[in-house]
């Protein structure tokens, strides 16, 4: 049975999850990749280094968030917001967004695209000179979401 998540539903997903998937457009080319993220309430937060997604960002900052939860094929939240895609250069915006980034709850194995500096999760309080590639935030705006809740039975056999 498939419903419409409603705004508080939304913002219980968003936070909860660590990885979404983002789409860019620009010109004649979509692309959509998935990130790791921070979320704290009003922007998702994410680190990157030079590529398509952060070219296409640059040239297009409209961009689309995508993340979900998924308990099986019959359990699941799902949102989508837009927002305005930002680069945090300026080094109080980009520490802050690593602070961020560094206060979700991960699990002790993660990529390294998800560690931050060798030395994760711990960090200096100079972020700027340790933790290298690109922060970017985009601010939400419109969400929606949906979910579906059914009890599974199984095939039987």
């Not at 998937?21 to 990157?48: F, K, N, Q, W």
């Amino acid at each position: 049975n498939l419903v419409k998540l409603n705004s508080s539903e939304i913002e219980e997903v968003l936070p909860l999850q660590i990885i979404g998937r983002i789409g860019c457009l620009s010109h004649d080319m979509s692309y959509v990749v998935p990130i790791s993220y921070a979320y704290d309430g009003e922007c998702v937060y994410a680190r990157t280094y030079e590529g398509l997604k952060i070219n296409l960002m640059r040239k297009n900052p409209n961009v689309c968030l995508q993340t979900d939860i998924m308990e099986n094929m019959a359990n699941w939240k799902s949102v989508i917001a837009w927002g305005e895609f930002k680069e945090l250069t300026e080094t109080s915006e980009r520490n802050e967004g690593i602070q961020k980034l560094l206060a979700r709850k991960i699990s002790g194995i993660a990529s390294e695209t998800v560690q931050l500096s060798p030395v994760w999760p711990f960090a200096s309080s100079e972020y700027s000179e340790e933790i290298d590639g690109i922060i970017f935030c985009i601010r939400l705006g419109e969400k929606t979401g949906r979910f579906e809740r059914s009890e599974y039975h199984g095939v039987s056999g």
